[in-house]
């Protein structure tokens, strides 16, 4: 009958367990001197190899050899791995969480061993027992016989009561490094001899997640459908994932706003059988790499993928913005968190292609706009226009150039609205100081004190003073500049540069509330006064 890798390669002995070096290392030492703990609590994610080192520590308390413990060889430890060793007693805490299991459990170990030096009990899902049977257990957790061990293994350690994480040595087992899996997996191919490509170990590892059991699952599934020879193209057939090309391909459509080629792209891809969830994770890493490759030297430390992709995603990166990035990353992230309950989550990713393909390059063009200066059409019947700064209105000590020299001109420039500059003194200051805490709040619920204590008194061509009551509210528009400043110039037409004064001494005194809810807003924490 054949036997899943996970199974048929789990380690024997301490040398092979996989990405637990710290775990193994206190464990040995443990075994060798002779001062093992009562009980233990292995804690991790799965496949990380809770059960493997609980039954490997089993072995070790119970083994034979004069030398390294477990040796592997002999009776005890053959008879552990085949499961027929009376001394060592797995439980399942799932199915057997109640009060009775517990009781039974107590009375089995007045018994000393019968074969073994050691009575071990390792209890896996330890987190699943009734309250009442962990209450039953306490007791016996804290002051078993000298010749009993107790192992619990569990995934989630933070269910567990304090009263029994107190009894025990606690020992974290951390996800395993890509690096690791891959060295792992290959190995186990070379002893089957199956030629996989290091991509594919890659993708595998990857999509592993720290597990080990995981990756072993999936190279057990597509070494099933291959001859001799499996490549990163077969991986992510049988994983329903896609290839970077893919998400640099759509990741650049969305950048150019071409939303309709976006979807149909899409289309094509999950016509073939791809997987919608997978790709939205996959998708999520793209964006991370690109986030990676735009701020590191040397992403391949980061990056698990050929220096050829990275070339190709650091091209990418180059002509995106980093909020391009980073609204991608949260969108797409809330997006698959809403996917694992929804029964169209293909709707869901067509959705999130749409929103991100309108925001694609939001700040990129504000930027232009704010930046760039009127220009002059060009006359009719001209050629290309030569770019010319268009002259400020004229003022009271200036005044506007005689009639005749706009007659003299060929064809009279079409009128052009009026700009900021233009109509800088025309400001209404109280209605935009208005308008900038409409917007402002919905960012930034705090701002509301500058409102109450600080005033907009003037705007200019480049420039425009706000004058705060006292201090207190200075310092808060100074530490809100940026966000000031680009409320002014969205209902100013142009970028400006804030100015802050005080009025009259600045001492007047900020009431205990605002001082309250602005604490709030730096904390993170609601400040109450009391």
Same mark, same amino acid.
């Given at each position: 009958?054949?036997?899943?890798?996970?199974?048929?390669?789990?380690? *024997?002995?301490?040398?092979?367990?996989?990405?637990?070096?710290?775990?193994?290392?206190?464990?040995?030492?443990?075994?060798?001197?002779?001062?093992?703990?009562?009980?233990?609590?292995?804690?991790?994610?799965?496949?990380?190899?809770?059960?493997?080192?609980?039954?490997?520590?089993?072995?070790?308390?119970?083994?034979?050899?004069?030398?390294?413990?477990?040796?592997?060889?002999?009776?005890?430890?053959?008879?552990?791995?085949?499961?027929?060793?009376?001394?060592?007693?797995?439980?399942?805490?799932?199915?057997?969480?109640?009060?009775?299991?517990?009781?039974?459990?107590?009375?089995?170990?007045?018994?000393?061993?019968?074969?073994?030096?050691?009575?071990?009990?390792?209890?896996?899902?330890?987190?699943?027992?009734?309250?009442?049977?962990?209450?039953?257990?306490?007791?016996?957790?804290?002051?078993?016989?000298?010749?009993?061990?107790?192992?619990?293994?569990?995934?989630?350690?933070?269910?567990?009561?304090?009263?029994?994480?107190?009894?025990?040595?606690?020992?974290?087992?951390?996800?395993?490094? *890509?690096?690791?899996?891959?060295?792992?997996?290959?190995?186990?191919?070379?002893?089957?001899?199956?030629?996989?490509?290091?991509?594919?170990?890659?993708?595998?590892?990857?999509?592993?997640?720290?597990?080990?059991?995981?990756?072993?699952?999936?190279?057990?599934?597509?070494?099933?459908?291959?001859?001799?020879?499996?490549?990163?193209?077969?991986?992510?057939?049988?994983?329903?994932?896609?290839?970077?090309?893919?998400?640099?391909?759509?990741?650049?459509?969305?950048?150019?706003?071409?939303?309709?080629?976006?979807?149909?792209?899409?289309?094509?891809?999950?016509?073939?059988?791809?997987?919608?969830?997978?790709?939205?994770?996959?998708?999520?890493?793209?964006?991370?790499?690109?986030?990676?490759?735009?701020?590191?030297?040397?992403?391949?430390?980061?990056?698990?993928?050929?220096?050829?992709?990275?070339?190709?995603?650091?091209?990418?990166?180059?002509?995106?913005?980093?909020?391009?990035?980073?609204?991608?990353?949260?969108?797409?992230?809330?997006?698959?968190?809403?996917?694992?309950?929804?029964?169209?989550?293909?709707?869901?990713?067509?959705?999130?292609?749409?929103?991100?393909?309108?925001?694609?390059?939001?700040?990129?063009?504000?930027?232009?706009?704010?930046?760039?200066?009127?220009?002059?059409?060009?006359?009719?019947?001209?050629?290309?226009?030569?770019?010319?700064?268009?002259?400020?209105?004229?003022?009271?000590?200036?005044?506007?150039?005689?009639?005749?020299?706009?007659?003299?001109?060929?064809?009279?420039?079409?009128?052009?609205?009026?700009?900021?500059?233009?109509?800088?003194?025309?400001?209404?200051?109280?209605?935009?100081?208005?308008?900038?805490?409409?917007?402002?709040?919905?960012?930034?619920?705090?701002?509301?004190?500058?409102?109450?204590?600080?005033?907009?008194?003037?705007?200019?061509?480049?420039?425009?003073?706000?004058?705060?009551?006292?201090?207190?509210?200075?310092?808060?528009?100074?530490?809100?500049?940026?966000?000031?400043?680009?409320?002014?110039?969205?209902?100013?037409?142009?970028?400006?540069?804030?100015?802050?004064?005080?009025?009259?001494?600045?001492?007047?005194?900020?009431?205990?509330?605002?001082?309250?809810?602005?604490?709030?807003?730096?904390?993170?924490?609601?400040?109450?006064?009391?």
């Amino acid at each position: 009958m054949y036997r899943a890798l996970y199974r048929q390669y789990r380690p *024997e002995t301490f040398h092979e367990v996989l990405g637990q070096d710290h775990i193994v290392r206190i464990l040995k030492n443990q075994i060798a001197s002779g001062s093992t703990s009562h009980a233990y609590l292995f804690c991790g994610t799965r496949g990380t190899g809770k059960t493997t080192t609980a039954r490997l520590l089993a072995k070790g308390l119970n083994c034979l050899s004069d030398g390294e413990r477990p040796c592997g060889e002999c009776a005890n430890c053959k008879a552990i791995k085949e499961g027929s060793f009376l001394d060592v007693i797995e439980i399942d805490a799932a199915s057997n969480n109640g009060v009775d299991d517990v009781r039974e459990l107590r009375e089995s170990v007045k018994y000393p061993p019968s074969t073994g030096r050691m009575k071990v009990y390792i209890i896996d899902e330890v987190h699943m027992l009734s309250t009442e049977a962990f209450n039953a257990l306490l007791k016996t957790l804290e002051e078993p016989p000298e010749y009993v061990t107790f192992i619990l293994a569990t995934t989630e350690a933070h269910k567990l009561p304090a009263t029994v994480m107190s009894r025990c040595m606690r020992l974290d087992f951390k996800r395993v490094p *890509e690096a690791v899996l891959i060295s792992g997996m290959a190995d186990i191919c070379g002893r089957i001899g199956i030629d996989v490509s290091e991509d594919a170990l890659r993708i595998i590892a990857a999509n592993a997640d720290g597990s080990v059991r995981d990756g072993l699952s999936i190279l057990d599934q597509c070494i099933s459908g291959r001859d001799r020879r499996v490549e990163a193209e077969d991986v992510l057939e049988f994983l329903g994932a896609s290839g970077d090309g893919d998400f640099i391909e759509l990741t650049d459509m969305v950048r150019k706003k071409r939303t309709e080629e976006a979807i149909l792209f899409l289309n094509g891809i999950l016509s073939d059988g791809k997987d919608v969830r997978q790709f939205m994770r996959d998708w999520i890493n793209h964006y991370r790499n690109l986030l990676m490759v735009k701020f590191m030297r040397n992403p391949e430390t980061v990056v698990n993928m050929s220096a050829e992709n990275i070339e190709r995603i650091r091209r990418q990166a180059s002509v995106l913005d980093l909020e391009d990035i980073n609204r991608g990353i949260l969108e797409l992230s809330s997006m698959a968190d809403e996917a694992r309950w929804s029964t169209q989550p293909r709707i869901l990713l067509e959705l999130a292609i749409v929103r991100l393909c309108m925001a694609a390059g939001e700040i990129r063009e504000l930027t232009e706009v704010e930046f760039t200066e009127p220009v002059i059409p060009a006359p009719a019947g001209q050629n290309a226009p030569v770019q010319e700064r268009v002259p400020a209105a004229p003022t009271a000590a200036e005044p506007a150039a005689p009639a005749k020299a706009a007659a003299d001109t060929p064809a009279a420039a079409p009128a052009r609205p009026k700009t900021a500059p233009e109509s800088a003194g025309a400001f209404d200051c109280e209605d935009i100081w208005n308008k900038v805490f409409e917007d402002g709040e919905g960012e930034k619920g705090s701002i509301y004190i500058i409102r109450n204590s600080g005033q907009l008194t003037s705007i200019d061509e480049n420039t425009f003073n706000v004058t705060a009551n006292n201090e207190f509210t200075r310092d808060l528009v100074e530490k809100n500049r940026k966000l000031i400043e680009h409320l002014v110039g969205k209902h100013t037409g142009g970028h400006k540069t804030m100015k802050v004064s005080l009025a009259g001494n600045g001492k007047k005194e900020v009431p205990a509330e605002e001082i309250a809810a602005a604490a709030s807003d730096i904390l993170g924490i609601k400040v109450d006064v009391k």
